[in-house]
Every structure is written in structure tokens, then in C-alpha cells.
């Protein structure tokens, strides 16, 4: 079965870098909101940049209705999925290990462990998902290092605590990588647009964190994001 599993990921990456090698015969349209992702697997990232997931009807899911709009997200609330590879063999993935999915024509992809909607789409890409954050409290009334990293159980604070955070992030679409919305990491996807740049850097770092977003979608508007055309 792992046989079958890694000859369909090459095959898929065979047809990946076909497409990659000639684009020139692959007619592509400017997103806008209209645009119609097909439902499916997105095994990797470049399963969604070229609308072209693993589609629902070869997934293998008897218990589920398959004529549910919420089907494909159902599919992958399982631990593992079942799907039809490129030469019509039963294999067998990890939900964790996809990319994403588009179900009734949404956008989810996997981030902290959890699938979370895309709902800002351009050349840069932005969503919001949670996170869980570890806090370390050492609260130790002894001040000696006896008891620092030693269970007492007459202290509660002397322990681990974990809270979820709502964080914001950056999907950068021409390679996929996923980083914090921070300003920092604006001012580095802004260096492809050196007139976006430049415009952005020679504002006060206070109006530059105001207008984060703003100049994220300047950019999108100057940079289209393109998609096989349906």
C-alpha cells in the first residue's frame, strides 16, 4: 500500500511539473470572488494554485451522502481518508498530512493541526485560525533553584497552562509558504512590488501597522493572481 501511495504522489508531481513546463498552452484568468474552485483534495499546494484536487467523486466514503454540499469536509473530518489514485487503486491518506480541500467551493487549508477556511484570496493570501499557545508559569515563593523545576504541589502556579489565540496569517501564492501577519513579515512580501515597497516603507511605523492590510490589498491589485481558466 506505502508503494502505491508514493508512485501516485509522483505521478501527480510528474503532472505537476508538466504543467509547470508548459503553461504557455494553459489558458488563465484573473481571480476575482466568481471564480469556481471544483471540490476536492488538495494534496499539495500545487493541487489548489492549479484547481486541480484530487476530485470528490474518487473519494471513497460509503457511510456519507456524496450529494451533501458539506461532503468533501465531512471526508476529511475522519482521521484517515480513502480515495481512487491516477491508475484506479484503492489507497489510503492521512487527513493531517493533505494540504487542504474545497468543499461547496470554499478554500480550507491545514494549519495548527486544524483545517481553516481561506476567505481573503489574492497573490497574497490571508486567513485567521486558531492556535494553541504553551505557557510556561514558574511561580516559585522560595527563590531557590531546588524547587524551580521541580513538581510542589502546594504551589499551583508552579505548572504548564495552554490557552487558545485567534492569529492572523500570510499565504504567499507564488510558493506557498505560510507566515504570521506580522509587519515585518508585510515588509518582506511587499519587496516583490518595489513601488508598493516603497510607498509602504516611507510611512511612520504606527501608520505602517494601520495600514497592513490595505497595502496587502494594493498589492493584490497590482499583482493579479492567476488561475486555470475554468
Not at 461547496?104 to 493570501?125: A, K, T, W
Not at 490557552?163 to 515588509?187: C, K, P
Not at 501608520?207 to 493584490?220: A, E, G, I, S
Request: glycine share 4%; hydrophobic share 35%.
Amino acid at each position: 500500500m506505502k508503494f502505491y501511495y508514493t508512485l501516485f504522489i509522483f505521478l501527480f508531481s510528474i503532472n505537476s511539473l508538466w504543467a509547470q513546463a508548459d503553461t504557455t498552452k494553459v489558458k488563465t484568468v484573473k481571480y476575482t470572488p466568481e471564480y469556481k474552485f471544483k471540490d476536492g483534495l488538495y494534496l499539495q499546494f500545487e493541487d489548489f494554485k492549479n484547481n486541480s484536487p484530487v476530485d470528490k467523486n474518487k473519494i471513497i466514503a460509503p457511510d456519507l451522502d456524496r450529494k451533501d454540499y458539506n461532503f468533501v469536509a465531512n471526508a476529511v473530518e475522519s482521521k484517515k481518508i480513502k480515495i481512487y489514485d491516477a491508475l484506479g487503486i484503492e489507497i489510503e491518506i492521512k487527513s493531517k498530512n493533505i494540504w487542504g480541500f474545497c468543499s461547496n467551493g470554499n478554500i480550507y487549508i491545514n494549519i495548527n493541526d486544524d483545517f481553516n477556511r481561506l476567505p481573503y484570496i489574492g497573490s497574497l493570501s490571508h486567513l485567521v485560525a486558531d492556535k494553541l499557545v504553551y505557557n510556561q508559569n514558574y511561580n516559585n515563593p522560595y527563590g531557590n533553584s531546588y524547587y524551580y523545576n521541580s513538581y510542589n504541589p502546594y504551589n499551583p502556579g508552579n505548572q504548564n497552562s495552554t490557552t487558545v489565540e485567534l492569529r492572523q496569517y500570510i499565504l504567499d501564492m507564488e510558493n506557498g509558504t505560510i507566515t504570521d501577519y506580522t509587519l515585518e513579515n508585510i515588509e518582506v512580501a511587499l519587496m516583490k512590488d518595489p513601488t508598493i515597497y516603497d510607498e509602504f516603507m516611507n510611512l511612520p511605523r504606527k501608520k505602517k501597522k494601520q495600514k497592513m492590510f490595505f497595502y496587502m490589498r494594493k498589492f493584490n491589485e497590482r499583482n493579479a493572481l492567476l488561475f486555470p481558466a475554468n
